[in-house]
T-cell receptor
Framework: GQQVQQSPASLVLQEGENAELQCNFS?????MQWFYQRPGGSLVSLFY???GTKQSGRLTSTTVIKERRSSLHISSSQTTDSGTYLC?????????????FGKGTKLSVKS | GPKVLQIPSHQIIDMGQMVTLNCDPV?????FYWYKQILGQQMEFLVN????????KSKLFKDQFSVERPDGSYFTLKIQPTALEDSAVYFC???????????FGPGTRLLVL
């Protein structure tokens, strides 16, 4: 089964609304990362967040390792936030990381 | 943030030919990765590389695939020979430590005809 489950699969917002994206992991993990994938395909790292809460501008990521979940909160959404948000976990158990990705949440923000 | 570059951005080749994808990782990074994303599908890990060696590879990393980083130059993914199912976007990534933030390049879009 899927090791990384993202929800919702897609989300449509009006500009100014907030969004909460979820990521659940079926196994224990060492760390996790949130990415934004632009419509053209390139990836931008948003957060490396093994545990706790991190904030950057309008984005907040919270990871609860014991509960095997992480969330990404987007406040006051803008049309430029549209794209796909990916979460990925690292659980190799060694020092050599490999990321396992979820299928993504496709966000569309309308003006 | 730190930049990873990939060359070329697009490549179209005939099935059976060889292709080399080039990655210029972040300058002080030590760990390098390749991932594959078929259009509309999930990003999947192919291989990681450290200290001149493949550390781990997935089942997607077929015998026709190889990676190297000769003399600290480009980190390359070579496919020889290519197959139709190799058509995908290939992303290179690098990190300073093994379990650390991975920075991704913009991808190389490979189309095998």
């Amino acid at each position: 089964g899927q090791q990384v489950q993202q929800s919702p699969a897609s989300l449509v917002l009006q500009e100014g609304e907030n969004a909460e994206l979820q990521c659940n992991f079926s196994t224990s993990l060492n760390s996790m990362q949130w990415f934004y994938q632009r419509p053209g395909g390139s990836l931008v790292s948003l957060f490396y967040n093994p545990s706790g809460t991190k904030q950057s501008g309008r984005l907040t990521s919270t990871t609860v390792i014991k509960e095997r979940r992480s969330s990404l909160h987007i406040s006051s959404s803008q049309t430029t936030d549209s794209g796909t948000y990916l979460c990925a976990m690292e659980n190799s158990g060694g020092s050599n990381a490999k990321l396992t990705f979820g299928k993504g949440t496709k966000l569309s923000v309308k003006s | 943030g730190p930049k990873v570059l990939q060359i070329p951005s697009h490549q179209i080749i005939d099935m059976g030919q060889m292709v080399t994808l080039n990655c210029d990782p972040v300058s002080n990074h030590l760990y390098f990765y390749w991932y594959k994303q078929i259009l509309g599908q999930q990003m999947e890990f192919l291989v990681n590389f450290y200290n001149g060696k493949v550390m781990e590879k997935s089942k997607l990393f077929k015998d026709q695939f190889s990676v190297e980083r000769p003399d600290g130059s480009y980190f390359t993914l070579k496919i020889q020979p290519t197959a139709l199912e190799d058509s995908a976007v290939y992303f290179c990534a690098s990190s300073l430590e093994g379990v650390d933030t991975q920075y991704f390049g913009p991808g190389t879009r490979l189309l095998v005809l």
